[in-house]
């Protein structure tokens, strides 16, 4: 099924860019913007390496949380900090 889904999609790109099919109006609309990707679908973030003082700035935040400082024990400060408060913010 995977790979019925893989060929339809694969064949759909490559009758739209091929530049007899190109000029009708269903494959345009297959192919979106950057930035209109980007509005429904939020860049990653780089991942960045914490310091020693700011995984101990999050891990006193996520103490103060029962169930925070559960989920900390099991799976980490980041991933903590990250379910019960958002995203780190630095």
């Known amino acids: 099924m995977k790979t019925l889904a893989i060929l339809l999609f694969a064949s759909l790109a490559v009758a739209c860019l091929s530049s007899v099919v190109f000029q009708?109006?269903?494959c345009a609309a297959v192919?979106?913007?950057r930035s209109q990707a980007?509005?429904?679908?939020p860049p990653r973030r780089a991942t960045v390496e914490l310091s020693l003082t700011q995984v101990e700035s999050l891990r006193e935040v996520c103490?103060?949380?029962v169930?925070?400082?559960?989920?900390m024990d099991t799976d980490g400060v980041v991933a903590a900090y990250n379910a019960y408060y958002g995203p780190v913010p630095f």
Do not use: I, L
């Open 63 to 65: 103490e103060s949380n």
């Open 67 to 71: 169930a925070c400082d559960h989920m």
């Open 38 to 41: 980007a509005a429904v679908v």
């Open 31 to 33: 192919f979106v913007d």
């Open 24 to 26: 009708c109006a269903w």
